[in-house]
């Protein structure tokens, strides 16, 4: 399994566009690259995922250059209600039809008013 | 419905109980994992069920036991655990879909456990 490096945490003031970087420099070809946010005492949520370029949905962008060694989750306009820990995962489906990711460390997301 | 149900909330047992936790889904998913999370941790995977058989165990100590009685139900049996065990407990569910490359997992609200 491909491992993550992610910053450990990050600060940022309301309103402010984040980007949190990962790296994963020994993905696989059939990799995907996943982020979840987790808040305290919860289970974490699916935020977005891709395999290259970039993604966008209603919350965040993922942006992947060509050679899929990083990764960048772009919050934009963060409010206080996205201080929470974000992980960055890689990982694909196995023959079985699951997938085994490995969480890395995580950022901690800081949003100051 | 997409939501995954962990039951209890809350868990405090001592060394010599025998208790299980469970774990729900009714996405028709047919992945079901078992994380486990120290505080200020990231979760790691402890077991993984595929099609209601037991396809990884990560090394997980006998004293905690699955069970996958239904391709909705998960459940966790514990028994003679030790105080580092413990933490939160999550569930999770996935498509397993022939075809799809990627699979979002869905996780439940966890279980915090106490061993005293």
């Known amino acids: 399994l491909a491992k993550t490096t992610q910053p450990i945490s990050m600060d940022s003031y309301e309103g402010q566009e984040v980007n949190i970087t990962c790296s994963h420099n020994?993905?696989?070809?059939?990799?995907?690259i996943t982020w979840y946010q987790q808040f305290p005492s919860q289970g974490p949520r699916f935020i977005i995922q891709?395999?290259?370029t970039k993604v966008t949905n209603e919350v965040a962008s993922l942006f992947i250059p060509a050679d899929r060694k990083s990764s960048t989750l772009s919050l934009p306009r963060v409010s206080l209600s996205d201080t929470a820990v974000y992980y960055c995962?890689?990982?694909?489906?196995?023959?079985?039809?699951?997938?085994?990711?490995?969480f890395g460390t995580g950022t901690k997301l800081q949003v100051i008013p | 419905d997409t939501e995954v149900t962990q039951t209890p909330k809350h868990l405090v047992m001592g060394m010599t109980n025998k208790k299980s936790l469970k774990c729900e889904q009714h996405?028709?998913?047919?992945?079901m994992y078992w994380y486990k999370q120290k505080a200020k941790k990231p979760p790691e995977l402890m077991f993984v069920?595929?099609?209601?058989?037991?396809?990884i165990n990560e090394s997980v100590p006998s004293r905690f036991s699955p069970e996958c009685p239904n391709s909705s139900l998960l459940n966790l049996h514990l028994h003679a655990l030790q105080p580092e065990d413990s933490a939160l407990y999550l569930c999770?569910?996935?498509?397993?879909?022939?075809?799809?490359?990627?699979?979002?997992?869905?996780f439940g609200p966890g279980t915090r456990l106490t061993v005293l």
């Open positions: 996405m028709g998913h047919r992945a």
């Open positions: 069920y595929s099609y209601e058989k037991l396809s």
């Open positions: 995962l890689v990982g694909a489906l196995n023959s079985g039809g699951y997938q085994k990711v490995t």
């Open positions: 020994n993905i696989a070809t059939n990799d995907y």
């Open positions: 999770a569910s996935s498509q397993n879909k022939e075809g799809r490359k990627n699979n979002e997992q869905f």
């Open positions: 891709g395999y290259k």
